[in-house]
């Protein structure tokens, strides 16, 4: 709300774009119900991004596991589709009964888009026969039990973010098998052939080179379904109209001050 006031002051620029980072829920894939690859893509499937987007203003859906402005990022990828009974039927088709499985899902408390976007995801499961108990914790609380996957929820909200302008850090932290236990936020997900690209991109210099090593690592995940992939986080940057040359840093979050002037 307070940006819509801003946006209407003509003295004021409010900009928002897709920011190096991107919002996940990863889910338990190595015991339990989410084991199950079927469950995974129909939770997928079931989920309304775009409604639960419309609660963070600028978030674009995302597109596999990079945002837009990373290399490794495939526009051939398939990107999401919110399709409620492709989600029964592949639930229906593994044997699965409406109302047999129930699983938890854990959102950060203090933020009003992932409250809203866990009841939003509450209701979408339950149309298709899957309970989903949803809890706010604080981050501080929250943040211990990522460092191990038996401790770690079934599901949960986790903001992904470049330490660099390069997706390695967000591909190892939550998906590398290296990044199980307590060097990462790996929530049960075991690939070794993501390991192994991970690794060969680690030592590759040439630029286009590990983009085309992103992009199968980014195929093999989408595959394997381990989150859902839920949308680009955006970054939002207000200044004065009278100030040109703005250049917004979607890494950092700031400006390239150097260039700027009136």
Same mark, same amino acid.
């Given at each position: 709300a307070k940006l819509e006031e801003l946006s209407? $002051?003509? +003295?004021?620029?409010?900009?928002?774009?897709?920011? *190096?980072?991107? *919002?996940?829920?990863?889910?338990?894939?190595?015991?339990?119900?989410?084991?199950?690859?079927?469950?995974?893509?129909?939770?997928?499937?079931?989920?309304?991004?775009?409604?639960?987007?419309?609660?963070?203003?600028?978030?674009?859906?995302?597109?596999?596991?990079?945002?837009?402005?990373?290399?490794?990022?495939?526009s051939s990828l398939p990107q999401h589709e919110y399709n409620p009974e492709k989600a029964k039927k592949i639930l229906a088709d593994a044997g699965y009964k409406p109302g047999q499985l129930t699983i938890n899902m854990v959102y950060i408390a203090?933020?009003?888009?992932?409250?809203?976007?866990?009841?939003?995801?509450?209701q979408n499961l339950a149309g298709v026969g899957i309970n989903l108990e949803t809890q706010s914790m604080p981050w501080a609380t929250f943040f211990p039990l990522l460092a191990d996957p038996e401790t770690a929820p079934e599901m949960y909200w986790f903001y992904s973010a470049a330490r660099f302008a390069d997706p390695h850090g967000m591909f190892w932290e939550v998906f590398?098998? $290296?990044?199980?236990?307590?060097?990462?936020?790996?929530?049960?997900?075991n690939n070794p052939e993501v390991g192994k690209l991970l690794d060969r991109a680690e030592v590759v210099a040439d630029r286009d080179k590990?983009?085309? &090593?992103?992009?199968?690592?980014?195929?093999?995940?989408?595959? $394997?379904?381990?989150?859902?992939? +839920?949308?680009?986080?955006?970054?939002?940057?207000?200044?004065?109209?009278?100030?040109?040359?703005? &250049?917004? $840093?979607?890494?950092?979050?700031?400006?390239?001050y150097y260039d700027l002037y009136r």
């Open positions: 209407k $002051d003509p +003295a004021i620029e409010v900009v928002s774009v897709g920011g *190096m980072a991107e *919002m996940y829920f990863p889910m338990k894939c190595h015991k339990g119900i989410l084991a199950d690859v079927n469950v995974r893509k129909a939770i997928y499937h079931a989920v309304n991004l775009d409604e639960i987007i419309k609660a963070l203003p600028g978030a674009v859906k995302a597109h596999g596991v990079v945002p837009r402005s990373m290399i490794g990022y495939d203090g933020p009003e888009y992932q409250r809203r976007g866990a009841m939003i995801m509450k590398a098998p $290296d990044a199980l236990g307590k060097a990462g936020f790996n929530n049960g997900y590990r983009a085309e &090593i992103y992009r199968k690592v980014n195929a093999l995940i989408v595959k $394997d379904q381990p989150a859902v992939f +839920a949308f680009e986080m955006p970054y939002t940057y207000t200044h004065r109209s009278n100030i040109k040359g703005v &250049i917004p $840093d979607r890494l950092f979050r700031t400006y390239l």
